[in-house]
């Protein structure tokens, strides 16, 4: 059930297993594990384990690594940990911190075989209260406010600063991505010009997140880190993630099977109307505030989908409402709202042996078929969902581990999607 794992062995780096599973800073042995990073939920990315483990196992208890099996006697919630192995530099990433949301066992001859599913702590900002009011606040301001408020819930640290994340003795951690001050300084985005208040009653910490991630046009999420997560985000991550290259193409993504296609006609256009109370007239280069009853109407056109629909607008019912209140702001949500409404229109799946530093926004390029022999043009997709499955002992007809992807098309948000016109309209 449990392969290559000696418990005496206990957080040696070199004991051979496709993941280490750790409860509480404590290493268990694992049987079957699901990891789940998705493009979806309270932030951008969140993450989320399923897993099995034998208890007892090798003359131990494993379960009493668990603080949560007696309510009673848990004053903290439980910390999964879960580092995955990647089948080509074999490296091991953290992929997985969060929180134990569950377990369970189920009788198995002299043993019992426990389950434990765990949640990242991003999937808990929709269910913390917001209480706060913007006016012209920066966008670290509120961010910082974020992980504070995250903080206080988790039993780990939630770092905006690179000074704060310690690599150190980690040096598998894979980030790429800039963390929350630096994406500031990246993007160049200081003041969030649009008010806007937060009531405890209406708002949780997941709208403001996404509130102050579409005025600035950015992508935000947590990554795990050594000592904690650590708050991350991008104005273009599809640029700023990872390129991966098929085995047949010369890359080292070993590729199983791959059934993606080629979506032909997805919405290319999108237009999106802003707020009209107090915006903000451009001049020049610089915007200033002007009293008027006026709104700006933003268009923004992803122009390679488009040159493929042979110059026509495919966009149906795609005018939206925002409550940004200058035209940069405006823009900015254009931009977001194509990119999501693009993502959303996935198209299949690609199988890959585990790459654990594969995440969602990352790029994968590839042809429709795995043969050898390269026979059609290959496509550059973007990744939408990632699932790690790793298991001791898969079905006949099942790969032992491999990694699942789920891919759309390749969206750039600042080469791919331009605004094409803006103009202004009485309220």
């Known amino acids: 059930m449990v392969r290559d794992f000696d418990p005496a062995d206990i957080g040696a780096t070199t004991t051979e297993t496709n993941t280490r599973f750790y409860i509480n800073g ?24 399923e897993a099995k483990f034998p208890s007892p196992y090798a003359g131990i208890d494993w379960i009493e690594a668990f603080n949560g099996v007696d309510p009673s006697e848990q004053s903290s919630p439980d910390v999964l940990r879960l580092d995955v192995k990647d ?3 074999d490296d091991y990433s953290i992929t997985f911190r969060g929180v134990v949301t569950g ?17 990242g702590p991003g999937q808990l900002l929709d269910k913390i209260p917001a209480s706060q009011n913007y006016n012209g606040a920066d966008l ?3 961010l910082s406010d974020v992980a504070d408020r995250l903080s206080e819930k988790l039993p780990f640290p939630v770092a905006t600063r690179s000074d704060d994340v ?41 709208d403001v997140v996404r ?3 579409d005025k600035a046009g950015a992508r935000i999420w947590l990554e795990p880190t050594p000592n904690g997560v650590a708050l991350v985000g991008s104005k273009n991550p599809t640029a700023d993630s990872s390129h991966h290259v098929a085995h047949n193409l010369g890359g080292d993504c070993i590729i199983i099977s791959n059934d993606a296609l080629a979506e032909l006609r997805p919405i290319n256009t999108i237009v999106v109307n802003g707020k009209a109370a107090r915006s903000l007239a451009a001049v020049g280069d610089f915007e200033i505030n002007a009293s008027r009853s006026e709104f700006t109407t933003v268009k923004a056109r992803h122009e390679p989908l488009y040159r493929r629909s042979g110059g026509t607008e495919l ?24 990119k999501e409404r693009i993502d959303e229109t996935t198209a299949g799946t690609i199988q890959t042996l585990p790459r654990s530093p594969i995440v969602p926004f990352d790029t994968v390029e590839a042809v429709p078929s795995c043969q050898n022999e390269v026979d059609q043009e290959p496509l550059t997709y973007e990744v939408q969902r990632v699932h790690h499955h790793l298991y001791a002992n898969p079905s006949p007809d099942e790969q032992p581990y491999y990694t699942e992807l789920n891919v759309g098309l390749k969206t750039d948000i600042e080469d791919d999607i331009e605004i094409v016109d803006s103009w202004e309209q009485q309220a």
């Open 26 to 49: 404590t290493r268990l042995p694992v049987a079957d594990v699901d990891v789940h990073i998705r493009k979806e939920g309270p932030l951008d990315v969140t993450r989320y384990v």
């Open 87 to 89: 089948y080509i530099t």
């Open 103 to 119: 377990v369970g066992s189920t009788a198995n001859g002299g043993s019992r075989i426990w389950k434990t599913r765990a949640q």
């Open 140 to 142: 670290s301001l509120i």
């Open 166 to 206: 310690d690599v150190q003795g980690d040096p598998a951690t894979p980030l790429t991505i800039p963390i929350v001050a630096d994406l500031v300084n990246e993007i160049g985005v200081g003041q969030i010009s649009t008010r806007k208040t937060f009531q405890a009653n209406k708002h949780t910490l997941a």
């Open 211 to 213: 509130w102050a991630r």
């Open 315 to 338: 966009r149906g019912s795609t005018v939206k409402q925002t409550d940004a209140e200058s035209k940069t702001e405006v823009e900015n949500e254009a931009r977001s709202m194509l």
